[in-house]
């Protein structure tokens, strides 16, 4: 029969000081199919060191070593895992069980790196076969040390491996508890299995029926207690007909498992997002204050309407010094020169306007802002009132005294009273209301509905006693070219007003409103890359945290990563399980930060009535960076464990 393990002539030396230290001195044996050997020594002889390259986890110097008819010295990482994963089986002394997994989940493990799945159905049967049924669900810190070595033992036989490697597995056991894992090793080297173990102890050698005694890094002596055929392997079908069908999604796997070791350290995993979160929640709320003050701002102007040019004048400095008397004033003339000389120009309407204007019904008062203006203010921004009406220009002429009202100074002055037809007082004079204005809501330009519009004439002459008129707005036609339309409303004032050339620059200002928003959404886009920015310095911050916290766990879970490794796992296994942990802190926190971040926006509109608009695109994209900053700063930590040598990683603390 083909020996399944063919070792010649290896050797392997390890660096002391600046000298090495030969530990295996050319040794050379072979294993055949079926055997229970014992390998024995006293401490520094080498055992361990053999034992490590049987299993390769290590690698020797130099020499031949074929494991199941395959030279394995030149075989690369990637390919030793795979050689490990279906011939090998390991027990380790001090069990190497994962504190954080039940003794199914840590029997099945091995199958997360051979079948991308960790399925129960065969750990559970093997869990029966050493005689922890009723344990399953139990953490190893609730088994006993027998116990914990009878599910090591499990795990070492779930991907159905040829061979058992058993690095002294009743070390840290009392005689009982040595006696049943003995007896258990037997039985499966009954079933065919090859089992090989390390140990000192004479008893436990007595259980092997070859004995293989190493000592200073050599072969001392070679012992077979029975001559007998070994048993072809028997007790477990081929993993082909058994464990291939059971596929399963290998990285909801790797999730899971990322999640439950974060909620193993709950405060630290909480701090470590603490960066991560705070830019998320910085995101997602100002991009909802500043996306709801936009839309409101928006709205309002829209309102007002984006073919509208608001013409204002400028002082005319007299030696360098402005006085009110400088001021130029615009004139009703004005106006109506504006409205019939320019082609432009659709309407246009004179406007005058009070600050707060005292206005008083019964024993009722209020301030208030009172405007004069033209019958057709009304239809260029869409004023006409739903209930009542709006002057007329008979009334206009006639200076009538008449008074739209907005609903804010219904609401004050009248209350649930039907205010059409009753008398106001603004500035002592008596106004009959004749209509109530739309309403149009408060914004940053203020209360749209406290207000009231009177006559112009009105206004101008019998309550707010003006000459000139404050301002005229100007609704240009649909489709006519603004820039155009307000160069020749400059032209045609400068005209009308004789303005010196000197003064002609600075003498009419004219605020177009599709220049305001447009000025307003351009701000408004600034504003949001610098929070952006500001975001992105914070989860860069979160990034560096969650590298450190990785890096903190690699070094803490060295050993595990060697078991892992021990058991099949892959160098780009390794690397792939970081990195998705690293990614679920991205994802943790980015998860707390859009909860908060939309808490926060919530509590804005609610506490401060700002408008807020939570963006689903901002609220994706955040969810997104946060994983990919968790990944970009989680690679070189996951780098770091998955270079990480198996039998190192191991012995490591």
Request: aromatic share 6%.
């Amino acid at each position: 029969m083909r020996p399944i393990i063919e070792i010649k002539n290896i050797r392997k030396s390890f660096p002391l000081n600046e000298e090495r230290v030969e530990i295996l001195k050319g040794i050379s044996l072979s294993i055949e199919p079926g055997e229970f050997v014992a390998i024995v020594g006293p401490s520094g002889s080498g055992k361990s060191t053999l034992m490590n390259v049987i299993g390769l986890l290590d690698k020797p110097d130099s020499g031949s070593f074929i494991l199941n008819g395959k030279e394995t010295l030149s075989l690369n990482d990637a390919e030793l895992a795979e050689e490990r994963r279906r011939t090998l089986g390991f027990v380790f002394q001090q069990f190497q069980l994962l504190t954080r997994m039940s003794a199914r989940e840590n029997v099945a493990l091995p199958l997360l790196y051979s079948l991308r799945a960790m399925p129960h159905a065969p750990a559970e049967a093997l869990l029966k076969k050493v005689g922890l049924e009723h344990r399953m669900g139990h953490r190893p810190t609730q088994l006993s040390g027998g116990q914990q070595q009878r599910v090591a033992i499990a795990r070492a036989l779930v991907n159905h491996p040829k061979i058992i490697l058993a690095d002294e597995p009743t070390g840290n056991l009392d005689s009982k508890s040595s006696e049943e894992i003995l007896k258990l090793l037997q039985e499966l080297n009954q079933e065919g299995i090859t089992v090989i173990l390390v140990t000192h102890e004479t008893y436990v050698a007595d259980a092997a029926r070859r004995v293989i005694s190493i000592r200073d890094g050599n072969i001392e002596s070679d012992t077979r207690k029975m001559k007998e055929s070994p048993l072809a392997q028997s007790g477990f079908p081929d993993r082909a007909n058994d464990l291939l069908s059971l596929k399963g999604n290998r990285y909801l796997e790797l999730f899971r498992q990322a999640f439950r070791t974060l909620f193993a350290n709950p405060l630290r995993t909480t701090l470590s997002t603490l960066g991560v979160l705070i830019g998320v929640a910085a995101v997602i709320a100002m991009l909802a204050i500043g996306k709801g003050a936009r839309e409101s701002i928006e709205t309002q102007l829209s309102s007002l309407g984006s073919n509208l040019l608001s013409v204002r004048t400028a002082p005319i400095r007299v030696g360098g010094v402005s006085t009110e008397s400088d001021w130029l004033k615009l004139t009703k003339a004005d106006t109506e020169a504006i409205a019939k000389k320019l082609d432009s120009v659709n309407s246009a309407s004179s406007v005058v306007s009070s600050g707060n204007q005292w206005v008083t019904y019964l024993d009722k008062n209020g301030a208030t802002q009172v405007f004069g203006v033209m019958p057709n203010y009304a239809k260029m921004h869409a004023l006409e009132p739903e209930i009542g009406r709006y002057f007329t220009n008979e009334e206009n002429q006639e200076r009538a005294l008449v008074a739209v009202i907005g609903l804010t100074v219904s609401r004050e002055l009248f209350g649930t009273e039907n205010p059409i037809g009753k008398m106001i007082k603004a500035n002592k004079i008596p106004l009959r209301v004749i209509g109530i204005l739309p309403e149009k809501g408060a914004s940053s330009f203020g209360d749209r509905d406290d207000q009231i519009h009177v006559p112009l004439n009105t206004g101008m002459y019998r309550l707010l006693g003006k000459q000139s008129v404050d301002y005229v707005e100007v609704e240009i036609k649909k489709g006519a070219d603004m820039e155009q339309a307000q160069a020749d409303i400059q032209a045609l004032l400068k005209s009308r007003h004789e303005i010196p050339p000197s003064q002609t620059e600075d003498a009419f200002r004219i605020f177009n409103m599709a220049d305001i928003q447009a000025a307003l959404s351009e701000t408004s886009k600034t504003l949001s890359a610098l929070l952006l920015a500001i975001a992105g310095i914070a989860l860069i911050v979160g990034g560096i945290g969650i590298m450190n916290i990785m890096l903190v766990s690699v070094t803490e879970r060295t050993r595990e990563i060697g078991l892992r490794k021990a058991i099949g796992g892959t160098a780009s296994d390794i690397l792939l399980q970081f990195l998705v942990e690293a990614a679920a802190i991205g994802i943790f926190g980015g998860a707390l930060g859009i909860t908060i971040g939309v808490l926060i926006s919530v509590l804005v509109s609610q506490l401060a009535g700002w408008k807020t608009s939570i963006s689903i695109p901002a609220v994706l994209g955040s969810f997104i960076f946060s994983s990919l900053v968790g990944m970009i700063f989680g690679l070189w930590p996951a780098r770091r464990a998955a270079g990480l040598n198996p039998i190192d990683a191991l012995r490591g603390e």
